[in-house]
Nanobody, 121 residues
Framework: QAQLVESGGGLVQVGGSLSLSCAASRSIFRINSAGWYRQAPGNERELVASITSDGSTNYADSVKGRFTISNDNAKNTVYLQMNSLKPEDTAVYYC???????????????WGQGTQVTVSS
C-alpha cells in the first residue's frame, strides 16, 4: 500500500524546535515533489513548504526563515525542520507528495496521516 508515514510531532515551548519526518512506504518508487501543510482547528489547510526532487524549495511567508524543508532521496523521506516556533504554528501537520508507486500507471497524490504540533505560550 502506497502511503506516507509522518513522525516527529509533539509539544514544545515558544522558541523551541521540532523536526518532522515523512517517510514514503516501499511501494512508492519515486517522489516527484512534496510539501508540508498544516491545519489548525477552524482554519483552512495551508501550504507551509514545498520541495521538488531536485531540491528547489518554497515557503509560506509566515514560516520563511524559521522552517526548512529537505529531502533524502535515498531514504525516500521528506523532512521539515521547524525552529523559533510560535503559538500560531500549533496545528496538525500533513505531508503531501506527488509520487509514482509500483503498479500504478499514473502519478498519485498522497497524504500522510497528520502529526500534531503544539507550541505552548
Amino acid at each position: 500500500q502506497a502511503q506516507l508515514v509522518e513522525s516527529g510531532g509533539g509539544l514544545v515551548q515558544v522558541g523551541g524546535s521540532l523536526s518532522l519526518s515523512c517517510a514514503a512506504s516501499r511501494s512508492i518508487f519515486r517522489i516527484n515533489s512534496a510539501g508540508w501543510y498544516r491545519q489548525a482547528p477552524g482554519n483552512e489547510r495551508e501550504l507551509v513548504a514545498s520541495i521538488t526532487s531536485d531540491g528547489s524549495t518554497n515557503y509560506a511567508d509566515s514560516v520563511k526563515g524559521r522552517f526548512t524543508i529537505s529531502n533524502d532521496n535515498a531514504k525516500n523521506t521528506v523532512y521539515l525542520q521547524m525552529n523559533s516556533l510560535k503559538p500560531e504554528d500549533t496545528a496538525v501537520y500533513y505531508c503531501n507528495a506527488k509520487a509514482i508507486a509500483f503498479g500504478v500507471p499514473s502519478v498519485g497524490n498522497y497524504w500522510g496521516q497528520g502529526t500534531q504540533v503544539t507550541v505552548s505560550s
